[in-house]
């Protein structure tokens, strides 16, 4: 692995770590020369998968621009960096897992949609505008309309029964006068 500083061939590995749901392996490096520090990822190597996108152009799966996309839809949101790596790593897996060499750029954009509806609703707004090319503020209402009505119904299907309630007398305390 040649130094991305002063392009030396000799480094040693300082610390290696588990990423991606176990995907990937992160590795920190020392370069022997210079001393600098870099990081290195290491990736099974899998077919690539092409994406077909909605004019019908094939192009090869980019992780990096769904990251880019995410980015952009979880700006100034309380979602981490691990956050998005994590739902980048779901999103490619649940491809390599349905589709062997293409997969549609829909399939892409609902399951991003789906993981991040359950991590911020404000960035899956975000996202869902830029994908679903909203044209005004019609198609926002429509959307918050129907997540209104997703949550309220899983709400409802999530509370426990409701128990008998009975009124209860306000204990008076002669202290309170």
């Not at 992780?63 to 996309?69: A, D, L, N, S």
Request: with cysteine; net charge neutral.
């Amino acid at each position: 692995m040649k130094c991305p500083f002063c392009h030396n061939e000799n480094d040693r590995v300082v610390d290696s770590r588990i990423s991606d749901d176990g995907f990937v392996i992160r590795r920190r490096r020392e370069c022997n020369r210079c001393d600098q520090r870099f990081t290195t990822y290491e990736r099974i190597e899998t077919p690539q998968v092409r994406v077909v996108k909605r004019d019908g152009t094939r192009s090869p799966f980019d992780r990096e621009k769904v990251r880019q996309g995410l980015e952009r839809a979880c700006w100034k949101r309380p979602i981490s960096d691990d956050q998005i790596a994590s739902l980048v790593a779901k999103v490619e897996r649940d491809i390599d897992t349905t589709f062997e060499t293409e997969v549609d750029s829909s399939f892409v954009g609902q399951q991003v949609m789906q993981y991040l509806a359950e991590l911020d609703q404000v960035a899956y707004v975000r996202f869902a505008s830029v994908y679903r090319q909203f044209k005004d503020a019609n198609d926002f209402a429509r959307e918050l309309g129907e997540m209104s009505k997703h949550e309220s119904a899983e709400h409802q299907a999530l509370s426990p029964p409701q128990k008998m309630r009975f009124s209860r007398r306000k204990k008076t305390n002669e202290l309170d006068d």
